[in-house]
């Protein structure tokens, strides 16, 4: 089937980008392996997405970004996202959308997160990420110019280098036709073609032991673009959340959003006692990788299983239950009653401020293929991303690249693509289900004990050892096996495993998320 747009994802990226793209006449596709289309990294965000808010000016939202990412962010992006995201949270999501979020005085309510200068969060309740999708996924699933389907897992990009079957095309310009896509019902896999495909596949969290990730975070975008030969930048930057709800003998974490602390909680230890003022003068404002290594090490240090976050300053200016109900309900029902009781947290893996190389409209290396959201990197983030600026920069990246393909309007060669074969099958049998989970399992403790919030080169050699093996073996078991979900993530885990480790041995400097022992940023 050819479409004018295919975009693989459904996130706040990729719903933003169809709804642009559909509102400009465009025809779009969407794919996601997901059964319910609103499961994504933005259903899960917790905290909220910067908008207008009063006293609030695009350079100090600027200063705030560039001073989290270390000073490694890319000026014209930080820019792009400073000027147009405030008034794109507004105008789309509140007015266009109707997302519900909490309202003060008849306005949205601007709430506080860490190393912000000034309250400039929209949020709603602490839901603020499902509130977006549902709005959003309404609005792609009225629209008469989008399809969206669901179970439906992109194998790899087509590209006229790797798949025509016309000899003369290895002279032209490397160039996306498209992708194909394995039915995850049938287990037939399509060939998609489409003039622009843009990838909005989210983040890389699932590939390590703890995570606030949803288990579909396997970095299937970002392995995909590197086999088409894009490439993939800061990758040694992995930023762990600091707090995340402790629980024993679990791998998944709940999220305790950062606007607890924003709103006056403080991290103490097993005795009650304060620490994060040792660490950083802005004590449990201080930026994420700061408070997650804070955390790491006094869990060392004191050979403890958790540290706390002590809410009793929140319970004198507002109704926790209210404000936080999501998390109030969840903490209940693990039997620590909040306000009243510290909730034990540890950090884990969250979001990925590395990703495929694209620019301030999603443009990568190969014609025809955008990156957007988290899977993107436009080095907006950095070394270390502030908190809240995800979701608009999903948003803000969707639109601008929304706007930019339709601009552009080319359509594709019907010779070119009549050279694209069809996907040809191997024979053979399913992958065994023991042998995929056991190499999960091995490349999920590898990344976490090896490439995790504290690093040195030592564990890093190790980490580039053992994922290289596991590469090889990963590879020749995908060769001989029919298509399968599990198997597509595990070969789209271990390629990006493996470029975060490489990506990370090469830097030899301390640096936001990329923290070296022994080594001074």
């Given amino acids: 089937m050819n479409s004018d747009a295919l975009i693989i994802g459904s996130g706040i990226a990729g719903c933003a980008a169809a709804l642009h793209l559909a509102d400009a006449g465009l025809s779009v596709r969407m794919i996601t392996k997901a059964a319910r289309p609103e499961i994504s990294n933005t259903y899960y965000a917790q905290g909220g997405i910067i908008g207008q808010c009063d006293g609030d000016t695009p350079q100090c939202l600027e200063s705030d970004i560039i001073a989290a990412g270390a000073g490694l962010c890319n000026p014209a992006a930080v820019r792009q996202l400073a000027e147009k995201g405030p008034a794109l949270a507004r105008d789309f999501l509140l007015i266009r959308m109707g997302v519900p979020f909490t309202k003060k005085g008849g306005k949205p309510d601007c709430t506080a997160e860490a190393a912000h200068s000034l309250r400039r969060i929209y949020h709603a309740d602490d839901i603020t990420g499902r509130e977006i999708e549902i709005a959003l996924l309404r609005a792609v699933a009225a629209h008469p110019g989008i399809?969206?389907?669901?179970?439906?897992?992109?194998?790899?990009?087509?590209?006229?280098?790797?798949?025509?079957?016309?000899?003369?095309?290895?002279?032209?310009?490397?160039?996306?036709?498209?992708?194909?896509?394995?039915?995850?019902?049938?287990?037939?896999?399509?060939?998609?073609?489409?003039?622009?495909?843009?990838?909005?596949?989210?983040?890389?969290?699932?590939?390590?032991?703890?995570?606030?990730?949803?288990?579909?975070?396997?970095?299937?975008?970002?392995?995909m673009a590197y086999r088409a030969g894009v490439p993939i930048i800061n990758s040694e930057f992995v930023q762990f959340h600091p707090t995340t709800l402790y629980l024993p003998d679990k791998n998944e974490r709940f999220l305790i959003s950062e606007s607890v602390r924003g709103e006056g909680a403080v991290l103490v230890d097993r005795k009650g006692n304060a620490f994060m003022k040792r660490f950083h003068p802005d004590g449990d404002l201080a930026p994420r990788d700061v408070v997650a290594r804070?955390?790491?090490?006094?869990?060392?240090?004191?050979?403890?299983?958790?540290?706390y976050l002590d809410l009793s300053g929140v319970a004198k200016h507002i109704d926790f239950a209210s404000r936080f109900p999501n998390i109030t309900e969840t903490c209940r029902e693990r039997g620590i009653r909040v306000p009243e009781d510290p909730i034990p947290v540890v950090p884990a893996a969250h979001y990925f401020c590395g990703g495929i190389k694209a620019d301030t409209v999603g443009v990568t290396a190969v014609p025809g293929l955008y990156a957007i959201g988290e899977c993107a990197c436009t080095g907006l983030h950095g070394a270390n991303r502030l908190a809240s600026t995800s979701l608009l920069e999903g948003l803000v990246w969707g639109v601008e690249t929304a706007r930019r393909i339709a601009k552009s309007g080319k359509a594709l060669s019907v010779e070119r693509t009549r050279s694209i074969p069809q996907w040809e099958m191997p024979a053979g049998t399913g992958a065994d289900p023991i042998l995929v989970q056991n190499d999960v399992?091995?490349?999920?403790?590898?990344m976490w004990n090896y490439i995790g919030i504290i690093r040195n080169q030592s564990r890093l050699n190790r980490?580039?050892?053992?994922?290289?093996?596991?590469?090889?073996?990963?590879?020749s078991f995908y060769r001989l096996n029919l298509l399968s979900a599990p198997l597509l993530e595990l070969r789209n885990m271990i390629t990006v495993a493996r470029i975060i480790a490489f990506a990370a041995g090469r830097n030899s400097h301390s640096i936001g998320c990329h923290y070296l022992e022994g080594k001074a940023e």
């Fill in 147 to 223: 399809e969206l389907q669901a179970e439906t897992m992109a194998v790899d990009l087509i590209t006229n280098t790797h798949h025509s079957t016309d000899p003369l095309e290895r002279y032209r310009e490397p160039r996306c036709f498209g992708a194909y896509a394995l039915n995850m019902n049938t287990g037939e896999v399509e060939r998609i073609v489409a003039a622009s495909t843009i990838l909005a596949t989210g983040g890389i969290g699932a590939i390590y032991l703890h995570t606030t990730n949803p288990a579909g975070a396997t970095g299937d975008g970002i392995a």
């Fill in 294 to 307: 804070a955390i790491f090490t006094k869990m060392l240090n004191e050979d403890a299983a958790s540290m």
């Fill in 441 to 446: 399992r091995q490349l999920k403790t590898t």
């Fill in 463 to 475: 980490a580039k050892q053992d994922l290289s093996q596991l590469f090889a073996s990963i590879d």
